[in-house]
């Protein structure tokens, strides 16, 4: 089987609070809005970060995503009005974070210096 795309969904309960809350944690806008109730941030070639209105199913997402400084990263979302909870060690020499979304989906930010 041949996989082209990894797609990340959020569901979230109010889509445009939820599209405000992914522009300050992403530092931009979505790439596109196919319709009124998705959002798609194309985060990588292959993976990308879909936020959907489905308020039966909000705040049960977990959404890993690996930046390369999490200090750096963890400073910019400080400056757009976003903490994180306390960096934590995973394995040898990870390092995460983790911050939730309005309707409490869990973002977690992790530095692999091995991957």
Request: charged share 25%.
């Amino acid at each position: 089987m041949h996989v082209a795309r990894v797609l990340m969904v959020a569901p979230v309960r109010d889509i445009d609070i939820a599209v405000a809350w992914y522009e300050r944690l992403l530092g931009r806008p979505a790439d596109t809005r196919p319709m009124p109730s998705l959002a798609d941030w194309h985060l990588t070639e292959g993976g990308w970060l879909q936020v959907f209105e489905d308020a039966e199913h909000a705040g049960s997402t977990l959404l890993n995503l690996e930046v390369p400084e999490l200090d750096r990263a963890l400073a910019e979302l400080a400056e757009r009005g976003l903490t994180a909870g306390p960096v934590r060690t995973g394995g040898q020499r990870t390092r995460i974070a983790a911050l939730e979304d309005p309707d409490g989906n869990r973002v977690t930010l992790l530095e692999n210096p091995v991957a």
